[in-house]
């Protein structure tokens, strides 16, 4: 009797927990479904993504502090999966080749040149090119410029999210800027001519 | 502030993510510095580049998708994470009765065997005491002892 009172109780808690995520699920996929495809640049992979993210989210929603903003907890859990799986794919070059940029740093930036042609592409003209740009970033810079700049979070935010430093955040954003432009220019000077840019 | 430090700190000052005294500073060069005004702009428009990437809605149909697989990815999680612990019980059960036939089978067999009566003479359970008074009247029974009973008195 005491079991079966038991058994009762872990049901109904479990029930709880599942309708719990299922509510901030509904709320949250839309927004994760487009950070998602900017990250990954086509609709397979985003999905692939998505699914990935939420099933971690949901093994580990007991660690969720319900205080904090669900996109902000469930994004850090996209970005490691993204990561973990473009490692997997062998799509992220680490270098530290001594050459000192602009600002000072001593490491060399390799953007991601996998976007291939076959990928499938947005429909809009000038998104596609952003998209496209936005596939020739570094990981970390793509995902810190997507962070600010579609997600509209705070710097010390993206730092959570990414488990690294505000200033880390503002040189990833600064450089992935940058990279985005000169990706533009050489793509379509035409379209993207009225942007200064004098690397 | 000279244009190089400037330059490092636009980004975020065009994310208003300066104090307040460096947004004053950046902001008062910008306004005398047309090369970083430029720069500025640039930022600015990459920005809104970014920004208004068109946004895609998957629909109802990938959300209902997507949770079947985010429930079903996690109750086959809990399944394959119980196998272990069900074959433990299933192993402790076996043992615990193997060592419960054990005991019993043990047990019989510590008890003391029993004796099997050797024939005695006569041929049935009557006619045993009439037989051994017999012998011990007739003088072979080895163990002695009174007669008790004689052929007579039957």
Redesign the interface.
């Known amino acids: 009797m005491i079991l079966s009172a038991l058994f009762k109780e872990r049901t109904a808690s479990t029930d709880t927990t599942k309708q719990l995520f299922e509510g901030l699920l509904d709320k949250s996929y839309r927004p994760a479904y487009n950070l998602a495809l900017r990250l990954t640049g086509n609709h397979a992979e985003a999905e692939d993504l998505l699914q990935e993210t939420y099933i971690r989210a949901y093994r580990f929603f007991h660690r969720y502090d319900q205080a904090l903003p669900f996109t902000n907890w469930l994004y850090r859990i996209m970005s490691n999966a993204h990561i973990d799986s473009m490692r997997r794919k062998g799509r992220i070059k680490t270098t530290s080749l001594e050459q000192p940029s602009q600002n000072g740093t001593s490491t060399l930036d390799v953007a991601d040149t996998d976007a291939s042609p076959d990928r499938e592409l947005l429909c809009d003209m000038m998104g596609e090119n952003v998209q496209q740009a936005l596939m020739t970033m570094t990981p970390d810079f793509r995902t810190a410029v997507l962070l600010a700049d579609v997600e509209g979070l705070a710097y010390e935010e993206i730092a959570e999210v990414m488990n690294t430093s505000v200033g880390t955040v503002r040189s990833r954003i600064h450089r992935g800027r940058k990279q985005l432009r000169t990706s533009l220019l050489k793509k379509a000077p035409e379209m993207y001519g009225g942007l200064i840019n004098e690397l | 502030m000279n244009c190089n430090a400037v330059q490092?700190k636009?980004?975020?000052y065009i994310?208003g993510?300066l104090s307040g005294f460096e947004m004053i500073q950046v902001r008062s060069h910008l306004s005398d510095c047309a090369s970083c005004s430029?720069?500025a702009?640039?930022?600015r428009?990459?920005?809104w580049?970014?920004?208004n990437?068109?946004?895609?809605?998957?629909g109802e149909e990938?959300?209902d998708r997507?949770?079947s697989?985010?429930?079903a990815?996690?109750v086959s999680?809990k399944s394959f994470s119980s196998a272990p612990l069900a074959m433990i019980s299933t192993a402790a059960f076996v043992a615990a009765l193997f060592c419960g036939l054990s005991y019993i089978r043990s047990t019989r067999l510590a008890q003391p065997p029993t004796t099997s009566v050797a024939p005695i003479a006569g041929d049935s359970h009557g006619n045993f005491e009439l037989a051994r008074d017999q012998a011990y009247a007739s003088g072979t029974d080895p163990l002695g002892g009174a007669v008790l009973l004689t052929a007579d008195a039957h």
């Open positions: 490092l636009l980004t975020a994310d993510e430029a720069e702009d640039a930022v428009q990459v920005k580049f970014v920004n990437l068109p946004q895609n809605d998957p990938f959300k997507l949770k697989k985010v429930f990815a996690s999680r």
